[in-house]
């Protein structure tokens, strides 16, 4: 197949989208919403309202350096360090007397927000780790014979086909890196330029891209070793290549169409939902397209690469 004989046009594309991502994480870093860094949301409505004019009203408070973001057409998120009693009392009088509508109103501590960040990083690498294991364990040799001696000693023939369950779990993981990657350096960038910020939701679209991107790549793999067991049962020597190209070829469709219709809702969730959920709603649209793409044009490619590699 044309993605398995070019693999080093693709290996080469994954590469300079990895390293990108890495820079852009590295120089900008990602911009920590309340959610961990601790803090005061406010989320207000104001038809007659204009940023300048919420910014000149504001200009009076030590509130440090505060983000202030219009949402919708009257609507505006407002996120400032944590407010003392009478500083919390004051910003909200001076926003009414704008004619501000309070819709929201929420705190959360530096000490919560540090839990909640180091909570996330656990979340995502116990994630990783589950689907190495789950990998290894559903990709185990199959058991192709059992005998049992005049002695009564059973023994147990197992037949990987020549590719250890590991292998599949460990280009799985390294898909897995690349898909959570791209959103993060999209979301680096975005924070930079537009002061997009991350929260729980990112990291929860995070945990369901590591799902969802999962899932593509183990059916190729379910299809490759459904043909190795062909080849072995029929005595065909076939090229390992042609193989999981055969695989791919086979499932190719159905990654595409999946994805497209996952897309189809994820575009409507962020074009016509609620302001809080586009960045969620975002991350999952970039976490879809990149985990497509490593399930067909990097995981398949890499496993005819280690596999040739360890003969």
Known sequence: MYIIKHRRIFFSITAIVVALSIAITAIFGLKLGIDFTGGTLVEFNCADCSKAVIDESLSGYDLGEYSLRQSGDSGFVLRTKALEGSQREAVLKT????????????????TIGQELKDKALWAIGLVMLAIVLFIAFAFRPAIVKTETSKTGIITVTRDSHGVSSWIYGLVAIIALIHDVLVPVG??????????????????????????????????????????????????????????????????ITRSINTSFTTLIVLLALYFAGPVVTQNFALTLIAGVIAGTYSSIFLASPLLVVIKKWRE
Do not use: Q
């Open 186 to 251: 999209i979301f680096a960038l975005l924070g930079y330029f537009t002061g997009a910020e991350v929260g729980v939701l990112f990291v929860m679209a995070l945990l369901a891209i590591l799902g969802y991107s999962v899932n593509d790549t183990i059916v190729v793999f379910d299809r490759v070793r459904e043909h190795l067991k062909e080849n072995a049962d029929n005595k065909r020597d076939e090229d390992f290549g042609e193989t999981v190209g055969k695989a791919l070829s086979e499932t």
């Open 95 to 110: 926003l009414a007397s704008d004619g501000a509508t309070i819709s929201n109103f929420s705190e959360v501590g530096p």
